[in-house]
C-alpha cells in the first residue's frame, strides 16, 4: 500500500531558530495535510496543499506541495516552545477500490524546543 | 476545540471484554472516521461512515465494528479485547467524504 516516509523523525533545536521538515511518497498524492498533535490530544490541521507547487502560509508554518506530487516540505520559522510536538504529513489513498476520505499518516517527526 | 467530541477519555479494562466508544462529529459534518493510533503502527485508518453508510473500511479487525446513527454520531464496538488493542483511538469528521478531517481529542483504551 501507499506509505508516506517522514524526516526527520525527530529533532531538537533552540528557541528562535527554523524548522524544516519533509515527507515523502513511492506514489502519487493529490493532496497533502500537515497535521500537529500534542500529548495526549488529537491531530490539528495545520495546512493543507491541493496542486503541484502550492506553497501555502498559516502564521510562521510554510507548506509546499511538491512539483513530482511524491513529496511535500513544512517549514517553521523562529520557532517557540509551543511549537513542540509532533508533526505528521498525510495524504489521500485508496481504500477498497474507492478514495473516500481514508488518509495515511507518516510516522511523524517530533520536535523539541528549547528555550 | 475541532468541534469533534468523544467519549469517555479513558477507557481501562480486562483481556476479552467489549468497549464501546462513541464520538460525535462537527455541527453539519455528515462523515465519521475511525482511527487506531499505537507506538508501533503510527495512526492507522479504520473505517468510513457517510450519513449513516459505511464507506471504506481499513484494516480493522473482525472483532471491531461500527455505525453511525440517524444523528450522525457514531459508536466504535471493540470485543474480544487483546492486550495488543492497547492504544488511541481517534474519531474525525468532515462535511461530505472529503479529505480535510477534523480530529477529536481521542480515548486511550487499555487493555490489562
Known amino acids: 500500500g501507499q506509505q508516506l516516509n517522514q524526516s526527520p523523525q525527530s529533532m531538537f533545536i533552540q528557541e528562535g531558530e527554523d524548522v524544516s521538515m519533509n515527507c515523502t511518497s513511492s506514489?502519487?498524492?493529490?493532496?497533502w495535510l500537515w497535521y500537529k498533535q500534542d500529548p495526549g490530544e488529537g491531530p490539528v490541521l495545520l495546512i493543507a496543499?491541493?496542486?503541484?507547487?502550492e506553497l501555502t502560509s498559516n502564521g510562521r508554518l510554510t507548506a509546499q506541495f511538491g512539483i513530482t506530487r511524491k513529496d511535500s516540505f513544512l517549514n517553521i520559522s523562529a520557532s517557540i516552545p509551543s511549537d513542540v510536538g509532533i508533526y505528521f504529513c498525510?495524504?489521500?489513498?485508496?481504500?477498497?477500490?474507492?478514495?473516500?476520505?481514508?488518509?495515511?499518516f507518516g510516522q511523524g517527526t517530533i520536535l523539541t524546543v528549547h528555550p | 476545540d475541532s468541534g469533534v467530541t468523544q467519549t469517555p477519555k479513558h477507557l481501562i479494562t480486562a483481556t476479552g471484554q467489549r468497549v464501546t466508544l462513541r464520538c460525535s462529529p462537527r455541527?453539519?459534518?455528515?462523515?465519521v472516521y475511525w482511527y487506531q493510533q499505537s507506538l508501533d503502527q503510527g495512526l492507522q485508518f479504520l473505517i468510513h461512515?457517510?450519513?449513516?453508510?459505511?464507506?471504506a473500511k481499513g484494516n480493522i479487525l473482525e472483532r471491531f465494528s461500527a455505525q453511525q446513527f440517524p444523528d450522525l454520531h457514531s459508536e466504535l464496538n471493540l470485543s474480544s479485547l487483546e492486550l495488543g488493542d492497547s492504544a488511541l483511538y481517534f474519531c474525525?469528521?468532515?462535511?461530505?467524504?472529503?479529505?480535510?478531517?477534523?480530529f477529536g481529542p481521542g480515548t486511550r483504551l487499555t487493555v490489562l
Open positions: 506514489s502519487i498524492f493529490n493532496t
Open positions: 498525510a495524504g489521500p489513498t485508496n481504500a477498497g477500490g474507492t478514495s473516500y476520505g481514508k488518509l495515511t
Open positions: 461512515y457517510y450519513n449513516g453508510e459505511e464507506r
Open positions: 474525525a469528521s468532515s462535511v461530505d467524504s472529503g479529505i480535510v478531517q477534523f
Open positions: 455541527s453539519g459534518d455528515l462523515s
Open positions: 496543499l491541493y496542486k503541484a507547487g
